[in-house]
């Protein structure tokens, strides 16, 4: 596995945003009948802004995959309201960093949780993957 570029530290957060629309509802996603932000649109918003914030930490051919998440989504949030996701690092044990996550809207916080991601080589993973559609069955890493 190659080096990593920067010090990943605890504290170190980065966002992302979304407006809620046609698209991410949870009537559009099937995860409800409602035109509300949907909970797999918030779960998604809330690990773009963990692998956003690890972004500048990887080395060449390195990324992160998500293997854990823990979330409560509190609030409904309806068409057109802006969504926040941050990502905070809570803990960092090797390769595995973890994460305090939250989203708002315009009115509070939404959702709140944790989220763990790994950080792998992007080639040995793929790799690994693949092999399990070949019939030899090697987990991937992570």
């Known amino acids: ?24 509802t949870a009537a559009a996603m099937r995860s409800g009948s409602l035109p509300v932000f949907a909970t797999p649109s918030m779960i998604a918003l809330m690990e773009q802004a963990a692998c956003s914030c690890l ?29 926040s996701a941050t990502a905070a690092i809570e803990s960092v044990q090797g390769r595995k960093v973890i994460f305090i996550v939250t989203a708002s809207d ?21 790799k690994k993957a693949e092999s399990r559609s070949s019939g030899k069955c090697e987990a991937p890493e992570g």
């Open 106 to 126: 315009d009115t509070g916080e939404i959702g709140n949780g944790k989220h763990t991601r790994i950080i792998v080589d992007t080639e040995r993973f793929m």
């Open 1 to 24: 596995m190659g080096t990593i570029n920067k010090q990943i530290t605890v504290g170190m957060s980065a966002s992302a945003a979304a407006i809620v629309g046609d698209s991410n």
């Open 55 to 83: 972004e500048v930490c990887l080395g060449e051919g390195q990324t992160s995959v998500g293997t854990e998440i823990s979330v409560e989504h509190t609030a409904a949030s309806p068409p057109g309201a802006r969504i």
